[in-house]
């Protein structure tokens, strides 16, 4: 069973940060939300004055205005909190599927977008906004944000945002839409030292992203604190997944198959080397001749169970 080609994750890391990011995402978004005059306490009224809206004395164009008004609504209809969770793990779920995909090459320019190859601080994207096609981005706005030279911060959240849709477009079953009012809480401060992305980036070794599992173990420990708060109680819908959702991880399913379905495939095609190939896969115990056909005798039987072709005419 020791292959000393085989990589097993160490979760320790995972562990820790994932319950502190869902905690962080979640008071980033909150923050982003507060800006437009939405928390816990209640909605500020918007006060619109030809293409601006004002939202707690402040302007917006009235673009923003619109966004706001669907997100005001979804918060009507579930809540502030709920709409809030969703919000940060919409995110940080984009995020990290970002992550997974700039550090194996997926992305189409094949620039970084949420780090840099080189260790700087900035994202290689940044550097190479101008060349980049991507949905939504308008060019002459990514050419006056360049050339304005300190608004940094603006031109990375269209590009992250028009990366999203382009990932939408692309894989429209792993990457779901970006819709308007999920753009306005995309959190603030992106590029700062201590900002959510750089905390994604520097606290997850390379390495650890090799496989695509990491992203289920994200997951399961981004849920870990809201899974022991609904434990032992009643649990709302929105909190079934957290409470009943656990990642197996990959080694775990090739054990469990390589040593139950696979054994049982093995026994009734004796002469196959395909066991060569199963890194988990345990020889079974040599046994006596009496115990040796009655199982057998249950193979055979649970084969038959397996295989409804069994059972046909033509397997009689």
């Known amino acids: 069973?020791?292959?000393?080609?085989?990589?097993?994750m160490n979760t320790n890391k995972i562990k820790?940060?994932?319950?502190?990011a869902r905690r962080d995402f979640i008071a980033a978004v909150t923050r982003r939300a507060g800006t437009f005059g939405l928390s816990a306490k209640g909605t500020a009224p918007v006060r619109e004055e030809g293409q601006l809206v004002f939202i707690e004395g402040q302007p917006y164009p009235r673009s923003v205005g619109t966004q706001r008004q669907k997100l005001a609504a979804r918060v009507t209809q579930h809540g502030f909190e709920q709409t809030m969770e969703a919000a940060a793990y919409t995110w940080f779920n984009r995020l990290v599927a970002i992550r997974f995909m700039e550090l194996h090459g997926y992305l189409d320019h094949s620039f970084r977008v949420l780090s840099h190859p080189a260790g700087l601080l900035l994202p290689e994207v940044l550097g190479h906004?101008?060349?980049?096609?991507?949905p939504g981005l308008d060019r002459e706005r990514v050419i006056e944000l360049k050339m304005d030279g300190n608004r940094d911060e603006e031109l990375y959240r269209d590009l992250l945002l028009a990366q999203c849709r382009a990932l939408h477009r692309a894989m429209p079953f792993l990457f779901e839409r970006v819709d308007d009012e999920t753009e306005l809480l995309l959190p603030d401060n992106l590029l700062q030292t201590d900002s959510l992305?750089?905390?994604?980036?520097?606290?997850i070794p390379d390495e650890d992203w090799q496989e695509v599992e990491i992203i289920g173990w994200l997951y399961q420990f981004y849920i870990s604190e809201k899974k022991d708060q609904?434990?032992?109680?009643?649990?709302?819908?929105?909190?079934i997944p957290a409470a009943t959702q656990l990642f197996t991880?990959?080694?775990i399913?090739?054990?469990?198959?390589?040593n139950s379905v696979g054994r049982l495939w093995l026994m009734a095609n004796p002469a196959s080397t395909l066991k060569d190939q199963w890194p988990y896969y345990i020889e079974p115990a040599e046994q006596t001749p009496e115990v040796q056909a009655q199982l057998d005798a249950l193979i055979a039987a649970r084969i038959a169970e397996d295989d409804p072709q069994m059972n046909t005419d033509e397997h009689r």
């Open 129 to 134: 906004a101008e060349h980049l096609d991507l």
């Open 249 to 251: 991880p990959n080694w």
């Open 197 to 203: 992305i750089r905390d994604l980036v520097s606290t």
């Open 230 to 239: 609904v434990i032992g109680k009643v649990v709302k819908s929105e909190d």
């Open 253 to 258: 399913v090739q054990y469990l198959v390589q």
């Open 16 to 20: 820790t940060y994932a319950p502190k």
């Open 1 to 8: 069973m020791d292959n000393p080609n085989l990589w097993i």
